[in-house]
C-alpha cells in the first residue's frame, strides 16, 4: 500500500484559506464599531446610508433606548445585524462626510486669514481685487473701513464692555461669498494667500 499524498506546496485545503478566529473576532469588533458610529448619527444622514429595513429599525431603537445595559443589548444586536450590511459602501459614505467637513473647516480658516490680513494692511486687499476683477470694489473697500472702524472702537473700549463685531463679521461673510463664487474654478488655481 502506498502512503496517502501529502500537500505539497501548490495545493491548499480549505482549512488555509478561512480567516482565523482572531481575524474573524477583529472583523466582528469592526462591524460592531461601526455600528455604535451609526447609533450615534443623526437620522437624516441614516436615511442616507445604504442600511436594510430591519438594520435602520434596530439603529432608531438603540438611538431611543436610555437604559446603559439595554442600550448596550441593542448596540449588540446592530453589530450582529452589520453582518450583512455593505460595511465597506457605509465607511466610504462616512469618510466623505468627515472629509467634506474637514476641507469645510479648513476653507472657513483660509477666509478668516484673509480677513484678519485685510483688517491690518491694503496690500492683500489689492491682491485680491487682482484676482478677483468682477468685484464691486466701492462696496467691499466700505465693509473693511467699517470693520477697520468698529476694531479701532473696540480697542479703546475700557474693561469689562462687550466689544462690537458686526462688521467684522460682515466682512468675513462677502469674503466667504466671494470666494465661494469663484471655488470652481479656484480648484485648479494654487493658493496664494500666504
Known amino acids: 500500500m502506498c502512503p496517502p499524498a501529502h500537500n505539497t506546496t501548490d495545493e491548499f485545503d480549505e482549512e488555509d484559506l478561512s480567516p482565523s478566529k482572531s ?3 477583529r472583523e ?4 460592531l464599531d ?3 458610529t451609526l447609533i450615534e448619527l443623526p437620522v437624516d444622514r441614516l436615511k442616507q446610508l445604504p442600511l436594510s429595513e430591519s438594520l435602520y429599525e ?3 431603537a438603540a438611538q431611543r433606548i436610555n437604559s446603559h445595559g439595554a442600550r448596550r443589548r441593542q448596540t449588540h444586536y446592530v453589530g450582529k445585524l452589520m453582518r450583512d450590511a455593505p460595511a465597506d459602501a457605509i465607511r466610504t459614505q462616512l ?3 468627515a472629509n467634506g467637513s474637514r476641507e469645510q473647516t479648513a476653507g472657513l480658516h483660509r477666509i478668516e486669514r484673509l480677513r484678519d490680513r485685510l483688517m491690518l494692511d491694503d496690500q492683500p486687499l489689492t491682491d485680491l481685487l487682482a484676482r478677483h476683477p468682477g468685484v464691486d470694489v466701492q462696496a467691499l473697500r466700505a465693509q ?3 470693520a477697520r472702524k468698529e ?3 473696540n480697542a479703546a473700549l475700557p474693561e469689562g464692555r462687550e466689544p462690537q463685531r458686526k462688521h467684522y463679521r460682515a466682512l468675513f461673510q462677502a469674503l466667504k461669498t466671494l470666494l465661494d463664487a469663484e471655488q470652481p474654478a479656484a480648484s485648479s488655481e494654487p493658493d496664494t494667500e500666504s
Open 23 to 25: 481575524q474573524v473576532k
Open 28 to 31: 466582528m469588533h469592526a462591524l
Open 34 to 36: 461601526l455600528g455604535k
Open 58 to 60: 434596530a439603529i432608531r
Open 95 to 97: 469618510d466623505i462626510w
Open 144 to 146: 473693511l473701513r467699517a
Open 151 to 153: 476694531a479701532a472702537a
